[in-house]
Nanobody, 122 residues
Framework: QVQLVESGGGLVQAGGSLRLSCAASGRTFSSYVMGWFRQAPGKERECVAAISWSGGGTYYADSAKGRFTISRDNAKYTVYLQMNSLKPEDTAVYYC???????????????WGQGTQVTVSS
């Protein structure tokens, strides 16, 4: 069982930055692929970034490439999402998720956090 708790969301002006954190419980954190998803009102959930167990492999949605960076610290059981050059269309609830494989993560992750709101004003 893995519990995930996100933090770091908030209100920021367009062009600004935020760093989201996701703290995980459990000593098996390093064996999980981690991802950040987001969902805006009326839109489908989107995986914006994912990272492999070691951190050596990453995935970014086209909307996140060049602006967002996912990283993890296995010693601290934490995954991060650094978001720069934020745009109003980045406004959404951001969720941290975990699963054993990238395929499973992309489908329906086993574990989800409660979400953190990110609002970007124009």
């Amino acid at each position: 069982q893995v519990q995930l708790v996100e933090s770091g969301g908030g209100l920021v002006q367009a062009g600004g930055s935020l760093r989201l954190s996701c703290a995980a419980s459990g000593r098996t954190f390093s064996s999980y692929v981690m991802g950040w998803f987001r969902q805006a009102p009326g839109k489908e959930r989107e995986c914006v970034a994912a990272i492999s167990w070691s951190g050596g492999g990453t995935y970014y949605a086209d909307s996140a490439k060049g602006r967002f960076t996912i990283s993890r610290d296995n010693a601290k059981y934490t995954v991060y999402l650094q978001m720069n050059s934020l745009k109003p269309e980045d406004t959404a609830v951001y969720y941290c998720a975990a699963d054993r494989s990238i395929v499973a993560l992309a489908a329906t992750p086993d574990y989800w956090g409660q979400g953190t709101q990110v609002t970007v004003s124009s």
